[in-house]
């Protein structure tokens, strides 16, 4: 989603900022970009959760550009799993990725966003509206992010800020791979669930 929303915006002329842990990957796309649609560009590797990192993130964007116009929260993950089984630190994973992350960019970006009465988007899910087995953890975070996003909205409309929540549906993205990915490495499997039929249904 992120990327295809950079191509958008790149379309219009617009200078882009990609921010991703996977730091070659990110390079190599923002740099097709740039040649594709002659728009500036900038790669920075960061995680969301690394609150020095984010700091640098809007020193090497504003040193760029001298001013940041539009903020996109992407960064998401998910985990699956019942939600009287599922393990607290998968939760807080979830949290701190999908919801603290959103907040601490934010956080870090808002007096440029408000310097320039620019814009503010959070990726947020159809999952944030509705929810169903094995989502849960997921479908809280993004309701958090619809909550994140109204009160925002309500703060920064005083300095001319425009704040908005995107709610995709199925999408074919990575995050279920990463999912499955984390799910394996932690352990978690259908055996000794009391879910265990639909769970090994839903592993495939």
Not at 52 to 62: D, L
Not at 115 to 120: E, I
Request: with cysteine; net charge negative; hydrophobic share 45%.
């Amino acid at each position: 989603i992120g990327l295809a929303v950079a191509e958008d915006l790149a379309r219009d002329g617009v200078n882009i900022c990609g921010v991703d842990v996977r730091a070659e990957a990110l390079s190599d796309e923002m740099s097709r970009i740039a040649r594709q649609h002659n728009v500036g560009t900038l790669a920075i590797a960061a995680n969301i959760g690394n609150e020095a990192q984010v700091i640098e993130m809007v020193s090497k964007g504003y040193s760029k550009w001298g001013r940041i116009d539009i903020l996109i929260n992407n960064a998401g993950v998910s985990v699956v799993g019942p939600l009287i089984e599922i393990s607290e630190a998968d939760m807080e994973f979830v949290f701190d990725v999908n919801v603290f992350g959103p907040y601490r960019v934010t956080k870090a970006f808002a007096n440029l966003i408000i310097d320039s009465q620019g814009r503010v988007l959070n990726v947020s899910s159809i999952a944030g509206i509705v929810s169903g087995p094995f989502g849960g953890v997921y479908s809280m975070s993004k309701h958090g992010v619809e909550a994140y996003t109204d009160s925002l909205a309500a703060e920064l409309a005083r300095f001319n800020v425009a704040v908005a929540a995107v709610e995709p549906g199925n999408y074919k993205s990575s995050i279920v791979a990463s999912m499955v990915d984390r799910m394996r490495q932690s352990g978690y499997l259908a055996e000794g669930s009391r879910y265990r039929s639909m769970l090994g249904l839903m592993s495939g």
